[in-house]
């Protein structure tokens, strides 16, 4: 079959990400069309209600602060259905001998617990803040531009250069702190700071997420300094859970989309980019389907965008040894759990949902824990002793879970993408979890007695349910060489590709991983003026 409509642009995949670019063009009085390969749009972002039965799972992502505000308020979304719900803390990390780390928005609190462990870090823990808010005064703006191209760069990036320069000016005495962070390793910032473990390994838990690095590793500094930008409800850095789920976010996207004409086609499998005389004319599907449109957007990554779904033939040489060069490894399992009580920990004690329950929890002791889990994995073996985040959205929203149970979910590292010995089966997947489940078990007894389902994602079943190559939840390395104008490569950082009106919307490109929604955002803007 054939369907020869015009639109005037499709997008690949109704990721976050995908739904903002539909959205805006939408405004603009395009035609779009949404292909997205599974039954539910949101991509990673999504709530599932058939994980566990009576249970509204956040079955990938699950906690938000980085969706950007403007988008919010231009799109309306809070009149579809969202709501953020802020976490108070928002974290808390048990240790050894009943002792305890709570943080949140507030100084004060900070400033007591952090002195239960050093005195001299609840001093310098203010400080420290302040100079990762000196470097996101400068960082964060470019986050909603388009990179300038380094390599044929035309008056326009030359000026975009000039203002990265005169912004890094504001940074004064903080410009190699600044450098550092977006080029470094973190554990040598904590170190510098902190001297307290209990402090550092909090903070450090935040340098690894999503990476298949440790925070001795370069890079690991910058996935840190992510961790406070964003905002909720006005309150910089603080983060929170989507009432209902994560698929609250994408679900109001795509009501505000279908509001403004787009059309979202679920179980749409695309498996080709139409070229024609070098520019991308539409998609053939799976079922054999083909839809045409003036400009086509991918919102999956880019080993999908251009060694799957287009020929060698069709691209640069030079640009497709680039795209090959793409680092998609990750070391991350999700675990999605029903629980038929909260977990009690024998640091802060408590079956009702208390400030222990709100936040992130840290199920981590020091930094070298986090080495030596890593080492592990770095020859292809899963970490006998993870590094375990969890989080409990049901103590905060009584929604996700039937009256009387929890949902917990379970961000663990680390556990390669591709083992030395064996593959990611059902009995890989179980010795993870289980190594994972001991790890809680020993803050709070009795915790695998309240396990009533779980679900566990490995690397490789992350990237056959979401189509992230690699597991990588980024879509792609953060790493200082693949962020603002590299990324995904040099001279494409602006949206485009070398087949004229095929562009990038997703977490590959500029800025990259995390719900975000910027890609999106500016990636329909250039589409606009290049109508």
């Known amino acids: 079959m054939t369907d020869r409509a015009p639109y005037d642009a499709i997008v690949i995949g109704g990721g976050h990400n995908g739904l903002v670019t539909a959205c805006y063009l939408a405004r603009a009085k395009w035609k779009v069309l949404v292909v997205e390969r599974r039954y539910i749009v949101g991509g990673a972002c999504v709530t599932e209600e058939n994980i566990f039965p009576g249970y509204k799972v956040s079955t990938a992502a699950y906690v938000n602060s980085l969706f950007r505000p403007e988008i919010i308020r231009d799109l309306h979304l809070r009149d579809y259905g969202f709501q953020l719900l802020e976490r108070n803390p928002s974290s808390f990390s048990p240790f050894a001998g009943g002792r305890y780390l709570m943080l949140g928005a507030d100084p004060a609190f900070n400033e007591r617990e952090i002195a239960k462990f050093s005195p001299a870090d609840a001093q310098s823990y203010p400080r420290y803040l302040a100079m990762l808010e000196r470097v996101a005064a400068v960082i964060e703006p470019t986050l909603t531009q388009t990179p300038p191209n380094p390599v044929r760069p035309g008056i326009g990036d030359l000026l975009a250069l000039g203002r990265l320069g005169l912004g890094a000016k504001r940074l004064d005495g903080a410009l190699g702190e600044a450098v550092e962070i977006l080029t470094g390793a973190a554990r040598p910032i904590l170190d510098r700071w902190f001297e307290s473990e209990e402090l550092k390994a909090t903070l450090a838990t935040d340098a690894i997420i999503g990476a298949f690095a440790a925070p001795s590793m370069p890079g690991t500094a910058y996935v840190l300094f992510h961790h406070v930008m964003g905002e909720t409800n006005g309150a910089r850095g603080v983060w929170s859970y989507v009432k209902g789920g994560m698929g609250g976010l994408t679900q109001a ?12 086609r679920t179980e749409a499998e695309v498996t080709r980019i139409l070229v024609e ?13 083909e839809l045409r449109a003036q400009h086509v957007a991918s ?3 880019c080993r999908l965008t251009f060694e799957t779904f287009l020929e060698p033939h069709q691209l640069p040489a030079e640009f497709l040894a680039e795209i090959r060069r793409i680092d998609y490894s990750s070391a991350s399992v999700k675990i999605n759990v029903a629980l038929s009580a909260l977990p009690n920990f024998s640091a802060c004690p408590g079956s009702e949902a208390g ?70 089966d059902d009995a890989a997947r179980n010795a993870f979890a289980d190594s994972c489940f001991d790890v809680v078990e020993e803050y709070a007894p009795g915790f695998n007695a309240t396990v009533l389902n779980r679900q566990v994602l490995s690397p490789v079943d992350i990237e056959a349910t979401f189509g992230l190559t690699g597991g990588n939840i980024f879509q ?6 693949k962020l603002f104008m590299f990324r995904p490569v040099p001279g494409y950082a602006n949206y485009r590709t070398p087949i004229k009106r095929l562009f990038l919307c997703g977490s590959a490109a500029h800025p ?9 955002w500016n990636a329909a803007r250039e589409m606009l003026k290049s109508r």
Not at 277 to 289: M, P
Not at 476 to 481: A, D, E, H, R
Not at 512 to 520: D, N, P, Q
Request: proline letters at 7%.
């Open 277 to 289: 005389n070098g520019a991308a004319t539409g998609v053939v599907l799976a079922n054999g389907d």
């Open 512 to 520: 990259g991983g995390g719900v975000m929604g910027a890609s999106g």
């Open 355 to 424: 400030p222990q329950h709100r936040g992130t929890i840290h199920l981590c002791p020091d930094q070298d824990y986090i080495e030596r889990s890593y080492d592990e994995a770095k020859y292809g073996v899963p970490s006998s002793r993870p590094v375990v985040e969890c989080t409990i959205p049901s103590a905060v929203d009584p929604t996700v879970a039937p009256a009387g149970l929890h949902l917990m979910s379970m961000f663990c590292q680390y556990a390669p993408y591709r083992l030395r010995d064996g593959h990611w």
């Open 253 to 264: 996207l795509a009501r505000a989309a279908t509001e403004l004409g787009v059309e979202i």
């Open 299 to 301: 919102g999956v990554d």
């Open 476 to 481: 792609g390395s953060m790493s200082l060489n």
